[in-house]
């Protein structure tokens, strides 16, 4: 079996040795460091005096937040190596290290800690362990539970490098598959979007105020850390229309094939003044993150505007699902439903449903959301209406919403900002989760008399906080400011679990339909209303013994924990029995401004089924923030490794692969034989720049 990470292509083996010291391994790529000289750090204190210490070494204590037994001193840059020194022969410290920061990025830092984690190939004995790790001065402090042959080692007094040159040492055994330092880092606050409006998104995420009950958001920030989306995944929103010039919906790539069903043509913008829907529901979605207004769920996804024509008759339910399906939805957000309360769908219609969510994505599925709908009535069941307007309904009524009860569907229920059920949100036991949203009196639309409370009146307050999301440029819509702070309704929640779904999606694209669906279940958290419905004093805000509520489903979702169970089943199902490697090492000009860019290929002679992957790259570039990387296989599928997010940093060498590049997981069960090509473009003019080689490593 190759080992690819033991490879010289991967600049290891060949490093200089002046060079192995600022090498980091982490996660399976190679980080290139930098000594900052004017600090430096000791472990394993001896002594409880360090401004005693400072004053030997002619230092300055730091006392700043440190992990226990690590002291940071601040020293002239011209004395750091003799004060080091002098630290280590002390005898009041275990050792002394440089502190780092990641090269060209001078707000990081980077502390070394004694300890190093150790991943040996499983055929690899104790003995031969022994005899490894014997003359780096190292010894074994533990085993790490579930990873195979894997084991915590620690310098001692024996040890004469590093932690760093030590890991790069050990990388060059054929036993070792993987060897990385145990860094401290400092944590940091999470994702926060620049956009002006965010602070006002209590539903993406809060600290607490008026009107807000705790854990009432979604945790986007946490799942944003993860990931903010990617262009692959297109949300389609199917509405009265979307206001395509408004400028959270610009941005190269976020517009995916425009559908107008009611126009007949491909610009779906409002054409009546009552066609504002959309455009807000779109917003919770997928607003771009730019610095202007607001931010959706997934601000990096792609968004699919599509015009309904108003009505569902079975040729526009084939065409709306057929159009998402073929131009390449992922996620399918519905906040519509029929004007007649008992409407089942015809054979035409569940099956034009079934169709996306099983055939669509390539036979993964497309993820179809719909709203549950604004009435405070069942989404399947009886209610012995009256006190209707003309005794428009009057008697035990039967309330069947063909889409929200149909089995492909996530049916989406909506609850408050202070973690209660909406007032209006139709419930059953179709309900799969529910979102954040507004709260209201609850409200119906029917062909005779139009949108209209329902019946009983409410006689109490429905507290709760607005969405705050997109409106239509200018005058038309809900508010001039081309944003609205008092969105809501079930229509606010369904895309909004639309974003989360898009996310998971983004963190693991080998993921079904029904995967995606399960994860959304497995994670959302279990409100509870205790209450009764103000309308019915129904009780329906706790959980059965399946987990489930009526009102909620299986809960609120939560996006960083929906994310995170996404990633963890990125590669589960795929075990890798060989490697096949292959290098090319031909350099080659990226030529400068051109977006069409340049390709470098692979051939790959063996047939099998792809099961991991891995690129190596090694670029020189002047200015990398103008480059964007691809993975072209033979078969033509794309998996974009690397956007133009690199900034003023001019050397790349690095490992793309499963865990840190989800878009790669398109490319699994796919044939190994072929032309694989790595694609670069430069899509500004002004710098240049080489690919020195490129690596592919494919497990079978």
């Given at each position: 079996?190759?080992?690819?990470?033991?490879?010289?292509?991967?600049?290891?083996?060949?490093?200089?040795?002046?060079?192995?010291?600022?090498?980091?391994?982490?996660?399976?790529?190679?980080?290139?460091?930098?000594?900052?000289?004017?600090?430096?750090?000791?472990?394993?204190?001896?002594?409880?005096?360090?401004?005693?210490?400072?004053?030997?070494?002619?230092?300055?204590?730091?006392?700043?937040?440190?992990?226990?037994?690590?002291?940071?001193?601040?020293?002239?840059?011209?004395?750091?190596?003799?004060?080091?020194?002098?630290?280590?022969?002390?005898?009041?410290?275990?050792?002394?290290?440089?502190?780092?920061?990641?090269?060209?990025?001078?707000?990081?830092?980077?502390?070394?800690?004694?300890q190093i984690t150790v991943q040996f190939t499983p055929q690899t004995t104790a003995t031969q362990i022994t005899e490894i790790i014997q003359p780096l001065g190292l010894r074994q402090v533990k085993p790490i539970e579930d990873l195979l042959n894997t084991f915590v080692m620690e310098l001692t007094a024996a040890t004469t490098e590093n932690p760093?040159?030590?890991?790069?040492?050990?990388?060059?055994?054929?036993?070792?598959?993987?060897?990385?330092?145990?860094?401290?880092?400092?944590?940091?606050?999470?994702?926060?979007?620049r956009d002006p409006l965010y602070a006002k998104q209590w539903h993406l995420n809060h600290n607490g105020g008026r009107e807000l009950t705790p854990g009432s958001h979604i945790y986007a920030e946490a799942a944003w850390d993860v990931t903010r989306g990617h262009r692959s995944i297109v949300v389609a929103v199917m509405d009265d229309a979307i206001?395509?010039?408004?400028?959270?919906?610009?941005?190269?790539?976020?517009?995916?094939?425009?559908?107008?069903?009611?126009?007949?043509?491909?610009?779906?913008?409002?054409?009546?003044?009552?066609?504002?829907?959309?455009?807000?529901?779109?917003?919770?979605?997928?607003?771009?993150?730019?610095?202007?207004?607001?931010?959706?769920?997934?601000?990096?996804?792609?968004?699919?505007?599509?015009?309904?024509?108003?009505?569902?008759?079975?040729?526009?339910?084939?065409?709306?699902?057929?159009?998402?399906?073929?131009?390449?939805?992922?996620?399918?957000?519905?906040?519509?439903?029929?004007?007649?309360?008992?409407?089942?769908?015809?054979?035409?219609?569940?099956?034009?449903?079934?169709?996306?969510?099983?055939?669509?994505?390539?036979?993964?599925?497309?993820?179809?959301?719909?709203?549950?709908?604004?009435?405070?009535?069942?989404?399947?069941?009886?209610?012995?209406?009256?006190?209707?307007?003309?005794?428009?309904?009057?008697?035990?009524?039967?309330?069947?919403?063909?889409?929200?009860?149909?089995?492909?569907?996530?049916?989406?229920?909506?609850?408050?900002?202070?973690?209660?059920?909406?007032?209006?949100?139709?419930?059953?036991?179709?309900?799969?989760?529910?979102?954040?949203?507004?709260?209201?009196?609850?409200?119906?639309?029917?062909?005779?008399?139009?949108?209209?409370?329902?019946?009983?009146?409410?006689?109490?307050?429905?507290?709760?906080?607005?969405?705050?999301?997109?409106?239509?440029?200018?005058?038309?819509?809900?508010?001039?400011?081309?944003?609205?702070?008092?969105?809501?309704?079930?229509?606010?929640?369904?895309?909004?679990?639309?974003?989360?779904?898009?996310?998971?999606?983004?963190?693991?694209?080998?993921?079904?339909?029904?995967?995606?669906?399960?994860?959304?279940?497995?994670?959302?958290?279990?409100?509870?209303?205790?209450?009764?419905?103000?309308?019915?004093?129904?009780?329906?805000?706790?959980?059965?013994?399946?987990?489930?509520?009526?009102?909620?489903?299986?809960?609120?979702?939560?996006?960083?924990?929906?994310?995170?169970?996404?990633?963890?089943?990125?590669?589960?199902?795929?075990?890798?029995?060989?490697?096949?490697?292959?290098?090319?090492?031909?350099?080659?000009?990226?030529?400068?401004?051109?977006?069409?860019?340049?390709?470098?290929?692979?051939?790959?002679?063996?047939?099998?089924?792809?099961?991991?992957?891995?690129?190596?790259?090694?670029?020189?570039?002047?200015?990398?923030?103008?480059?964007?990387?691809?993975?072209?296989?033979?078969?033509?599928?794309?998996?974009?490794?690397?956007?133009?997010?690199?900034?003023?940093?001019?050397?790349?060498?690095?490992?793309?692969?499963?865990?840190?590049?989800?878009?790669?997981?398109?490319?699994?069960?796919?044939?190994?034989?072929?032309?694989?090509?790595?694609?670069?473009?430069?899509?500004?003019?002004?710098?240049?720049?080489?690919?020195?080689?490129?690596?592919?490593?494919?497990?079978?």
């Amino acid at each position: 079996m190759t080992n690819p990470n033991n490879n010289p292509a991967e600049g290891n083996a060949q490093m200089p040795a002046e060079n192995r010291g600022l090498v980091l391994q982490r996660g399976g790529q190679e980080m290139i460091l930098e000594k900052i000289n004017d600090r430096f750090t000791v472990g394993q204190l001896k002594t409880d005096d360090t401004d005693q210490l400072a004053m030997r070494l002619h230092a300055q204590f730091n006392p700043g937040k440190m992990p226990t037994q690590i002291a940071e001193f601040l020293v002239d840059p011209n004395e750091q190596e003799q004060a080091m020194r002098s630290a280590r022969s002390s005898g009041q410290v275990g050792y002394a290290s440089h502190v780092y920061q990641v090269k060209d990025d001078p707000t990081s830092r980077i502390y070394l800690t004694e300890q190093i984690t150790v991943q040996f190939t499983p055929q690899t004995t104790a003995t031969q362990i022994t005899e490894i790790i014997q003359p780096l001065g190292l010894r074994q402090v533990k085993p790490i539970e579930d990873l195979l042959n894997t084991f915590v080692m620690e310098l001692t007094a024996a040890t004469t490098e590093n932690p760093l040159k030590i890991t790069n040492r050990l990388m060059q055994e054929a036993a070792v598959l993987t060897a990385e330092p145990n860094i401290v880092v400092a944590a940091q606050s999470h994702y926060r979007p620049r956009d002006p409006l965010y602070a006002k998104q209590w539903h993406l995420n809060h600290n607490g105020g008026r009107e807000l009950t705790p854990g009432s958001h979604i945790y986007a920030e946490a799942a944003w850390d993860v990931t903010r989306g990617h262009r692959s995944i297109v949300v389609a929103v199917m509405d009265d229309a979307i206001d395509t010039n408004h400028p959270d919906f610009q941005g190269p790539g976020k517009i995916v094939a425009p559908r107008d069903f009611k126009g007949r043509d491909f610009q779906p913008d409002p054409g009546e003044n009552w066609e504002d829907h959309g455009t807000a529901c779109a917003g919770v979605a997928v607003a771009e993150e730019n610095g202007i207004g607001v931010v959706g769920v997934a601000p990096e996804c792609a968004l699919m505007p599509i015009r309904t024509t108003g009505y569902l008759d079975d040729q526009t339910i084939e065409e709306l699902f057929t159009w998402a399906t073929e131009n390449g939805a992922a996620v399918i957000s519905c906040s519509w439903g029929p004007s007649a309360v008992n409407y089942p769908l015809s054979l035409r219609q569940k099956a034009a449903i079934t169709r996306a969510a099983t055939r669509g994505r390539r036979g993964k599925g497309c993820v179809i959301l719909f709203a549950a709908g604004n009435a405070n009535r069942p989404t399947n069941g009886t209610i012995n209406e009256a006190g209707w307007e003309r005794n428009t309904l009057s008697g035990p009524t039967k309330w069947y919403g063909g889409f929200t009860v149909h089995p492909d569907v996530i049916t989406v229920a909506a609850c408050t900002s202070l973690n209660r059920k909406s007032a209006y949100s139709n419930w059953g036991r179709e309900i799969s989760v529910c979102g954040p949203s507004n709260n209201a009196p609850p409200g119906v639309g029917l062909p005779s008399i139009g949108y209209v409370a329902t019946p009983p009146q409410l006689r109490s307050s429905t507290p709760g906080l607005g969405i705050v999301t997109t409106d239509r440029i200018g005058a038309p819509g809900y508010d001039r400011s081309n944003y609205d702070d008092n969105f809501g309704g079930t229509s606010s929640a369904c895309p909004l679990v639309a974003g989360v779904a898009a996310l998971v999606l983004s963190a693991n694209p080998q993921l079904t339909a029904r995967e995606v669906r399960q994860i959304l279940e497995q994670t959302a958290d279990k409100i509870l209303d205790p209450n009764p419905d103000p309308q019915f004093g129904l009780r329906k805000g706790t959980y059965e013994s399946n987990g489930r509520s009526d009102w909620f489903g299986y809960g609120k979702v939560n996006a960083q924990k929906a994310v995170n169970a996404a990633r963890s089943r990125r590669v589960n199902n795929y075990r890798v029995n060989r490697w096949l490697s292959a290098l090319s090492n031909n350099k080659i000009a990226i030529p400068d401004g051109a977006t069409s860019g340049i390709s470098s290929r692979i051939n790959i002679a063996e047939q099998d089924q792809v099961k991991n992957l891995q690129v190596t790259v090694d670029i020189d570039h002047q200015y990398l923030g103008d480059l964007s990387i691809e993975l072209i296989a033979p078969s033509g599928e794309v998996a974009l490794l690397q956007g133009r997010t690199l900034g003023r940093r001019t050397k790349l060498q690095t490992i793309y692969d499963l865990q840190n590049t989800p878009n790669l997981q398109r490319l699994l069960d796919q044939s190994t034989r072929g032309a694989w090509q790595l694609r670069l473009s430069d899509a500004i003019d002004g710098d240049q720049g080489t690919l020195n080689w490129w690596k592919l490593t494919i497990g079978v």
